[in-house]
């Protein structure tokens, strides 16, 4: 029987953070403790693998390529409600090679992949770009274009693409022998423009970069850490969509130096997982920065103890549910973006799960991906007591009655089934997937619940 993850939604309000001050100075405060506890994966399921790429979508999780011994061109769908993986065609003329270090963003059901080609001679003249259209589940015909005397972006590695508006972002980069880059190229999904919107170099901002990452929020693109030329980062910028214009953020404490990190947008807070101040050096520290606080200080979001995820870098975080969809009514930065702060728009809508849960088995599957899993507090005391008894036997829960449930959700979801609506409807949760060091014989996935 298929598994399924306990997510339940948290009714519990977003609190404010408290920051400790020791002089002029800004330590991080321990806010939250949280349990990472692995999930098993049935079969099929894809190999274990770094540098691939992710993206949700209706509730559904997007994965394509990356590497383990050798560049992959696989094609991966995980269904987050039944818990199970499918294999989606990728031999079509239209799909792409094999890839690694690539981006995918979602965008009204079609899936945008950037970059990550093996390079050659057949790159130079290639724009690295693929459409994937989730309805109908085939490859579309996608030849970017550019505006008159301007040049479109080559293949790229290790770079970060995120969605504003009605377009695509894209940061950095290494290309091939030149190197880092520092261009920040935009495409436009309803004209499939291209425009190079910075790059020169001794401009103000980031500077050339590679193995960063990056989020959306508001009318913003951050970015933090990451590869510059050989030294590691741990700064942060913002990019106005507004102005066109850099800006720097000083931030106190937070993580070290970082490469092969992820960062994903919750709510008004930027959560930064994993990654490593070399690519050898993985570490398993969760942070979140608020924006809307004016300290501008991490809090450093501790684990339960006995159950904190391996270390890791070149992985992916996937966030679902609705605090973490975009919205334009969402508070704004004040501190960061110089604009009054508004309330955040309630959620209006939201229908968790009810269906009974029983504890699930816990083999786990050679050779399949690696992923993990975090469930809300039952009590801290208790998940402590049970990891010390056996920290498999209850790491997961599945359905006593799964096709009784399908048919449940599928009653739930089909009076309104647009991509907002089943992102409403998700419990809120954050996905790793994969990541370096590949671990040999575990399957697992990781979902972490954000409750404030």
């Avoid at 290790?158 to 022998?177: N, P, R, T």
């Amino acid at each position: 029987m298929p598994l399924l993850p306990s997510l339940h939604h948290s009714s519990s309000r977003e609190r404010n953070e408290r920051v400790v001050r020791t002089d002029d100075k800004v330590a991080p405060r321990m806010t939250q403790r949280s349990l990472w506890t692995p999930l098993p994966q049935g079969s099929p399921a894809p190999c274990n693998r770094y540098r691939h790429a992710c993206c949700a979508h209706r509730g559904d999780v997007y994965m394509l390529g990356g590497r383990d011994k050798m560049t992959l061109r696989d094609f991966w769908k995980y269904s987050v409600v039944r818990n199970d993986w499918s294999e989606l065609d990728c031999s079509s003329e239209w799909a792409p090679e094999e890839l690694e270090g690539h981006s995918m963003v979602s965008h009204q059901g079609i899936l945008y992949i950037f970059g990550g080609l093996i390079d050659s001679a057949y790159t130079d003249w290639k724009i690295p770009l693929w459409l994937f259209d989730t309805e109908k589940e085939e490859w579309r015909y996608s030849q970017g274009q550019s505006r008159p005397s301007q040049p479109v972006p080559l293949n790229r590695k290790g770079h970060s693409a995120v969605v504003l508006g009605s377009a695509m972002y894209v940061y950095g980069g290494y290309i091939d022998i030149r190197g880092s880059s520092q261009e920040l190229w935009k495409y436009e999904f309803d004209t499939g423009m291209w425009s190079l919107l910075s790059g020169v170099q001794g401009e103000q901002g980031p500077g050339p970069r590679h193995g960063h990452a990056a989020a959306a929020h508001q009318q913003a693109m951050y970015l933090y850490a990451g590869l510059s030329g050989l030294r590691e980062q741990r700064d942060l910028w913002r990019w106005s969509q507004t102005n066109h214009t850099w800006s720097y953020i000083k931030t106190h404490s937070g993580p070290s130096k970082l490469v092969g990190h992820s960062m994903v947008l919750y709510r008004d807070s930027l959560l930064v997982f994993g990654g490593g101040d070399t690519h050898n050096s993985p570490v398993n520290a969760l942070w979140r920065l608020d924006l809307t606080s004016t300290s501008h200080a991490w809090d450093k979001m501790a684990a339960v103890k006995g159950s904190g995820p391996p270390g890791k870098t070149h992985h992916c975080a996937v966030g679902l549910g609705p605090g973490f969809q975009p919205s334009s009514t969402s508070s704004t930065t004040a501190s960061l973006a110089g604009s009054p702060r508004a309330s955040p728009t309630p959620i209006s809508k939201f229908r968790p799960f009810k269906n009974k849960l029983s504890p699930a088995p816990s083999p786990l599957l050679e050779g399949a991906i690696e992923l993990q899993m975090l469930r809300p507090e039952r009590g801290l005391k208790d998940y402590e007591e049970d990891l010390k008894e056996d920290p498999l036997s209850r790491s997961c829960l599945t359905f006593e009655n799964q096709n009784a449930f399908q048919k449940h959700w599928d009653a739930e979801v089909s009076s309104d089934c647009s991509e907002e609506s089943i992102e409403q409807h998700l419990p809120e949760a954050m996905l790793m997937i994969g990541g370096k060091p590949l671990l040999c014989g575990k399957a697992s996935i990781s979902v972490w619940q954000m409750a404030f």
